[in-house]
């Protein structure tokens, strides 16, 4: 039985313009704003977004045109460190994040039937989502399972430390 992947790839959609219609307005020192010292900002938020619909788009790619490639994940507390995003561009952050999810979503409206359910292998201490550090593989619609929740997690963030920021003004 092929998985039923459609709420995903419509939720990914959903997910694009409802994330920067909730950044939009905002000024850069709200954008940077933290809840506390370690917590990321909105800004390290949609750079870290960026970063990952490029890593899905990479996983996604792999998974349907090699046999069981090995696939890691993002840490985003280590990338959010190394790659300093708060000393960047957010207007380029926010058009990465479009052109890359665009992408992804055209790549995931190609796919039929069998191809859901090719597998790709993963390495690595980072394991999505709370998922079980037993699973080694990996469909494409679990994959694709995955960036859906991550983009609800993410989205559900920025709209909390929003609604913080809108409280304090």
């Given at each position: 039985m092929l998985p039923i992947i459609s709420?995903?790839?419509?939720?990914?959609?959903?997910?694009?313009?409802?994330?920067?219609?909730?950044?939009?307005?905002?000024?850069?020192?709200?954008?940077?704003?933290?809840?506390?010292?370690?917590?990321?900002?909105?800004?390290?938020?949609?750079?870290?977004?960026?970063?990952?619909?490029e890593m899905y788009l990479s996983h996604y790619s792999s998974t349907l045109m090699e046999d069981k490639p090995t696939i890691t994940f993002l840490d985003e507390q280590g990338t959010v460190r190394e790659k300093n995003y708060l000393y960047q561009d957010i207007a380029a952050a926010k058009n990465r994040l479009e052109e890359l999810r665009a992408e992804n979503l055209s790549l995931l409206r190609t796919v039929r039937g069998k191809d859901w359910v090719r597998v790709a292998l993963f390495s690595g201490d980072v394991y999505p989502l709370n998922s079980q550090r037993e699973e080694h593989f990996i469909t494409l619609a679990r994959l694709c399972e995955w960036h859906a929740k991550q983009m609800k997690k993410y989205l559900e963030q920025i709209r909390r430390i929003k609604d913080l920021i809108i409280e304090q003004t």
């Open positions: 709420p995903y790839v419509d939720f990914l959609e959903y997910a694009r313009t409802e994330i920067l219609d909730e950044v939009s307005g905002l000024s850069e020192e709200q954008l940077q704003w933290r809840t506390e010292p370690n917590a990321p900002s909105i800004k390290e938020i949609l750079f870290f977004l960026s970063d990952l619909e």
